[in-house]
């Protein structure tokens, strides 16, 4: 997809030079599978054997009647029962229903899962026509919004219970939309593109009407947030900004007109060290507003002023999520870490062990990637259910077992 192959390898480089290699490799193959030419002139295809730098020519069925000999439709239909995969590339594509269920990206689809139980269900959601590159959560926990790459990239809202299309909000990005967050009362939904101005767009989506719109500036923008009182913070590389919507006036042929526009504020990113890249953020219950830097700290900030900075991991800090006033850490790191809004470390949970602990159908230990300890997503419920997703494309529900101590651990179940 647009944004997966493009954005994210950007932002692997940016980022985390470590798998730049890799990056490389993954689209010098997908070149090469795109130029190789599939099929011949005989009616044989040619496919890649694993990886093998040759080719293995499959037949058609003896009985193949080829498309333009073939007059009627089959009878019939395909049914999609299960889809695999997990867009994980990107941060803030998990989300936690209030009904309990799971709603992540895998290419086009939005994939709503019922994870209770030893056994999962599967629902869809099928109204984009290119990868889902960003999710947000209605604030009633019923709706979604999702956004999707492409040329012609558009968000929708959608109802998790009936997967019915309620709101379409097209035209205005024209590269992939990277980031969106609904407001606190629900009414106003956000959007941030890839664009070259990093377009930022506001919409009341049940009007399907955009109210303004602002360039974020030339750098990476990476998430965005809102605020209780209603304003809206965007971060990324050398990065965050406070935003405000207000009404202003201009005179027409009609007489005095009223119009919404985005006011926005840096923030004081002085005292921070160079390269201030500022991978996530999120607003506390008393309106503070918090972000995690791919140098690993977490940093606190009170009307643009930074007021507090802790060395929250080794690695980057790629996701934030709130449970109650409490505030989940997690990014390239062994450890979940649990902090207080004013940023006192809480306790912890392992996830290397609890990788560890993972076994295979033949009772052999799975072990921990590098790419399984990168989180780029996590949700938490108020039954201690920890679901984590990861940079290599995998999701992790985590039993919480709450020690004596401030260390908590915990046991992977899926």
């Known amino acids: 997809g647009e944004y997966g192959g493009v954005a994210g390898a950007v932002e692997e480089q940016l980022f985390d030079s470590e798998v730049e290699e890799e990056v490389e490799t993954d689209r010098g193959q997908l070149d090469s599978s795109l130029g190789s030419g599939l099929g011949d002139s005989e009616g044989s295809f040619l496919v890649a054997v694993g990886e093998a730098p040759g080719y293995a020519a499959i037949h058609a069925p003896s ?82 919004a999702s956004a999707q790459g492409g040329t012609s990239p558009y968000s929708c809202v959608w109802n998790v219970g009936t997967s019915q299309t309620l709101a379409t909000m097209p035209g205005m990005h024209s590269s992939a939309i990277v980031a969106l967050a609904f407001s606190a009362d629900g009414r106003l939904l956000a959007s941030v593109g890839l664009d070259a101005a990093h377009t930022l767009a506001l919409y009341d989506w049940e009007a399907q009407t955009m109210l303004a719109a602002a360039s974020c500036g030339p750098e990476l923008v990476c998430g965005c947030a809102f605020a209780s009182d209603g304003s809206l913070a965007t971060c990324g590389a050398g990065h965050l900004t406070l935003w405000t919507l207000v009404a202003r006036y201009a005179e027409d042929d009609d007489g005095r007109v009223e119009a919404m526009a985005l006011i926005g504020r840096s923030a004081d990113l002085s005292q921070l060290r160079a390269p201030s890249i500022l991978l996530c953020v999120a607003f506390t219950p008393r309106g503070a507003c918090a972000t995690g830097m791919a140098s690993g700290e977490l940093l606190l900030w009170e009307n643009g002023s930074l007021t507090r900075s802790v060395r929250a991991q080794s690695g980057a800090v ?88 401030g260390e908590q651990q915990q046991g992977v179940v899926r």
């Open 63 to 144: 009985d193949y009647i080829p498309a333009e000999e073939a007059l009627e439709p089959p009878d019939g239909h395909l049914l999609l029962e299960h889809a695999y995969g997990f867009s994980g590339w990107a941060r803030g594509n998990l989300l936690l229903t209030s009904t309990g269920e799971l709603v992540y990206p895998t290419a086009c689809l939005c994939v709503i899962a019922n994870v209770r139980g030893r056994s999962a269900s599967q629902r869809f959601f099928a109204g984009h026509t290119a990868p889902v590159c960003a999710l947000a959560l209605h604030p009633s926990g019923a709706l979604v």
């Open 318 to 405: 790629h996701a934030l999520a709130l449970l109650g006033g409490s505030l989940l850490c997690a990014g390239r790191a062994t450890k979940v870490g649990v902090w207080s809004d004013e940023l006192d470390q809480l306790g912890s949970y392992d996830l290397r062990a609890a990788l560890d602990s993972l076994q295979d159908a033949w009772g052999k230990p799975l072990g921990a990637s590098t790419a399984s300890l990168s989180v780029r997503t996590l949700v938490m419920d108020a039954g201690g259910r920890i679901f984590v997703g990861t940079r290599a494309s995998e999701l992790f529900e985590l039993i919480v077992n709450n020690g004596g101590g």
